[in-house]
């Protein structure tokens, strides 16, 4: 998967403005491969939660309608972990119900220094890494 | 009859509700979100919403997670 550096920064930004809060989004753009980032959907957590994060159903529906408009992709699920590591979490695994979208997570474990890893969750038990780059 | 789901039209043979549309479709009503001509619907109305010609029906899974309890 590509993001561009603004996008990547973007997400890196809600990540650390809504910390301690859990932040998530959508990715946007080309399904590929090879997958393209080209718009980012800075999504409410309606959980409001250092723990949990699920996505306002109303504006989910927003976005997948503007996607179909626009004729872009699902390419990304994001969120951020504020204390564990950049990996699906048991509760993150259970409730991923789009095997062909990335999940794209963000540890703020360490403030100073964010990290992000991009995985496929093709069920509970099989996770696979997907490699992501930024690059203009 | 026609109607729309997700955008793309889907022809149905038969009369149905959004809880049978969903059974077809695999698709469990604890873990989505149902809009029927954007309205939003409760998952009690689910069993007694009777799609009718044109209707515009809208699916999105739950996107969530979060750490172990
Ligand atoms: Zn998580």
Redesign the pocket.
């Known amino acids: 998967m590509i993001l561009t550096p603004a996008h990547w920064e973007a997400v890196l930004e809600q990540a650390r403005r809504e910390y301690p809060r ?1 932040a998530c989004g959508i990715l946007a753009g080309r399904a590929g491969p090879p997958q393209r980032v080209e718009r980012i959907y800075p999504m409410t957590n309606a959980d409001h939660s250092p723990a949990t994060y699920l996505m306002d159903p109303q504006e989910q529906f927003r976005v997948f309608k503007e996607m179909r408009r626009d004729g872009l992709d699902l390419v990304a699920i994001y ?1 951020s ?1 504020t204390a564990s590591p950049a990996y ?2 048991r509760r ?1 695994r259970d409730l991923a119900f789009y095997p062909e979208a990335v999940y794209l ?1 963000v540890t703020l474990q360490e403030r100073e220094r964010p990290a992000g890893r991009a995985f496929r969750i093709l069920d509970q038990d099989r996770v696979e890494e997907v490699p992501f780059q930024v690059a203009g | 009859m026609k109607v729309f789901i997700n955008g793309k039209p889907d022809e149905l043979d038969e009369v149905m509700t959004i809880a049978r549309l969903l059974e077809r479709r695999k698709a469990r009503p604890e873990i989505v979100s149902v809009e029927v001509n954007d309205r939003i619907l409760q998952r009690e109305e689910y069993a007694k919403t009777i799609l009718r010609e044109g209707d515009a029906v809208e699916i999105v899974f739950f996107m969530g ?3 172990e309890a």
């Open positions: 859990e969120h972990h699906p979490s993150d997570i | 997670g979060g750490r």
